[in-house]
Nanobody
Framework: QVQLVESGGGLVQPGGSLRLSCAAP????????MAWYRQAPGKQRELVAS???????DYSDSLKGRFTISRDNVKNTVYLQMNSLKPDDTAVYYC?????????WGQGTQVTVSS
């Protein structure tokens, strides 16, 4: 079973920053598009950002400019740098790896933005 291991969530004040990490098996990381999704209470899961195996990025329009996705092809890890966090960013953040119709998900990490 493929494991995507997330870390870096927590409690942060409005205006603060967090960096999420997601480690994946090399066999997955080399060929799959990596992405971050989030799901707030009572809302549907939504795409935050994605990055292809070649480094091409895509972002939710509403988050562009505050969030940055990147990948380290040596550590087989994808990152999500989140700046200027707002209470509305409070959600469980999920790491995703996908290729064609195959999807793998991490267990999720809680991000809470509150004073």
């Amino acid at each position: 079973q493929v494991q995507l291991v997330e870390s870096g969530g927590g409690l942060v004040q409005p205006g603060g920053s967090l960096r999420l990490s997601c480690a994946a098996p090399e066999s997955i990381f080399r060929f799959y598009v990596m992405a971050w999704y989030r799901q707030a209470p009572g809302k549907q899961r939504e795409l935050v950002a994605s990055i292809s195996e070649g480094g091409i990025t895509d972002y939710s329009d509403s988050l562009k400019g505050r969030f940055t996705i990147s990948r380290d092809n040596v550590k087989n890890t994808v990152y999500l740098q989140m700046n200027s966090l707002k209470p509305d960013d409070t959600a469980v953040y999920y790491c995703n790896a996908h290729w064609s119709i195959v999807n793998y998900w991490g267990q999720g990490t809680q991000v809470t933005v509150s004073s």
